[in-house]
């Protein structure tokens, strides 16, 4: 039935056609890659035999047009929309954290409490944003660790600018997630907490499998695609109202049930 099939501990290398591979997906398969290609591949061209730093690169030199990854629940599409999905989730991301400084600056800048730190931080996360837009991602083994890496500067100076000018009187001076023992944080958790939910109904009722993403790494019982989702809304929905409910966390040790209300 397939050609040039092999056996391996249990694992095995097939190349078939659309109708083969129906039959394999319909197997008790605990874990599938499926690698399509715009042209036939070479004989000599083996898989397990590429390395792991430079296969992808190799593949697409030799005509790789997509790669799926199917663990056990999971299904992972591994191509350019892949990476488009994960550009547009982390700017929105980006935009929504430049807004909320902007929220809360606007009304600053004609008083004398007007913030050169808030100023600056807008006009640095505008520049990341910029060069997120046209950046290359094609064909760019390390293009999730681009986008990351992004983000991941970004929030520095977003929570930095936060923690010197929106939350000084608070004692914030870093986001913590699990184990968080400050009343900031804890806030956060919990708006967070309470927006993965609202994030994951949405996603259910559109149809969507939670537990497959771009951003977040696809493992059992991780709703990957749903924390992918709920990173733009995080700072807007979340962080934006935390922020402005500061004077009823002032002097607070834990989340009690009327802040929790609010």
Request: net charge neutral.
């Amino acid at each position: 039935l397939f050609e040039n099939l092999e056996v391996r501990n249990m694992e095995f290398d097939i190349r078939t056609d659309l109708k083969g591979l129906k039959e394999i997906i319909e197997m008790n398969t605990n874990q599938l890659r499926i690698y399509q290609f715009e042209k036939p591949l070479a004989d000599t061209l083996v898989l397990e035999h590429l390395p792991e730093s430079n296969r992808e690169n190799i593949l697409l030199k030799n005509g790789l047009k997509h790669f799926f990854y199917c663990d056990f629940e999971f299904l992972t599409i591994e191509s350019e929309y892949s990476r488009e999905i994960a550009r547009t989730l982390i700017l929105g991301k980006l935009k929504n954290q430049r807004a909320t400084l902007q929220y809360f600056y606007k009304y600053q800048k004609n008083s004398s409490n007007s913030s050169i730190k808030l100023e600056n931080a807008i006009l640095s996360i505008k520049e990341v944003i910029d060069s997120l837009k046209i950046i290359e991602l094609k064909n760019r083994p390390d293009w999730l660790n681009i986008v990351m890496g992004k983000e991941g500067g970004v929030a520095n100076i977003y929570f930095n600018a936060i923690s010197c000018e929106l939350l000084n009187e608070l004692n914030f001076s870093n986001r913590i997630g699990r184990g968080a023992d400050d009343i900031v944080n804890s806030a956060l958790n919990y708006g967070y907490a309470i927006l993965t939910s609202f994030v994951w109904q949405s996603v259910i009722n559109a149809g969507l499998e939670p537990f497959a993403g771009v951003l977040h790494t696809n493992r059992p019982g991780k709703p990957s695609l749903v924390l992918d989702i709920m990173e733009e809304y995080r700072a807007w929905v979340v962080d934006r109202n935390i922020i402005k409910l500061k004077a009823h966390l002032k002097g607070k040790h834990f989340l009690d049930t009327p802040i929790k209300k609010k």
